[in-house]
Nanobody, 129 residues
Framework: VQLQASGGGLVQAGGSLRLSCAASGLFFGSHIMGWFRQAPGKEREFVANINTNGRNTYYADSLKDRFTISRDNTRNTVYLQMNSLKPEDTADYYC???????????????????????WGQGTLVTVSS
């Protein structure tokens, strides 16, 4: 299984970036996808996730007004659109995949990193003030 994250870079405060994560080696449509981030000297934190068909999403409270997660199951790719970026958004951003283990589940339960079996390598986002 490979999760290849891309799209990070240097952006000024107030700008936007769209991260992509291309998955291979797994049945993408049966995996809940998530984005996490880790800032220097801090623990990894949940950003957002999306259910298998893309209809349900869940966000960290502090980010839901600026970030949007989406997925394209035909391209095996999950996206994170980030708007109105702030210097405190500077971090390595990781995508992750969690196999759906039951038909019915609460997407908010998947805010925990331990739920995810597969992780990408991270893409660095740097927001300058």
């Amino acid at each position: 299984v490979q999760l290849q994250a891309s799209g990070g870079g240097l952006v000024q405060a107030g700008g936007s970036l769209r991260l992509s994560c291309a998955a291979s080696g797994l049945f993408f449509g049966s995996h809940i996808m998530g984005w996490f981030r880790q800032a220097p000297g801090k623990e990894r934190e949940f950003v957002a996730n999306i259910n298998t068909n893309g209809r349900n999403t869940y966000y960290a409270d502090s980010l839901k007004d600026r970030f949007t997660i989406s997925r394209d199951n035909t391209r095996n790719t999950v996206y994170l659109q980030m708007n109105s970026l702030k210097p405190e958004d500077t971090a390595d951003y990781y995508c992750a995949a969690a196999p759906r283990r039951s038909v019915y589940y609460d997407i908010s339960d998947y805010r925990e990193s331990g739920r995810y079996d597969y992780w990408g390598q991270g893409t660095l986002v740097t927001v300058s003030s």
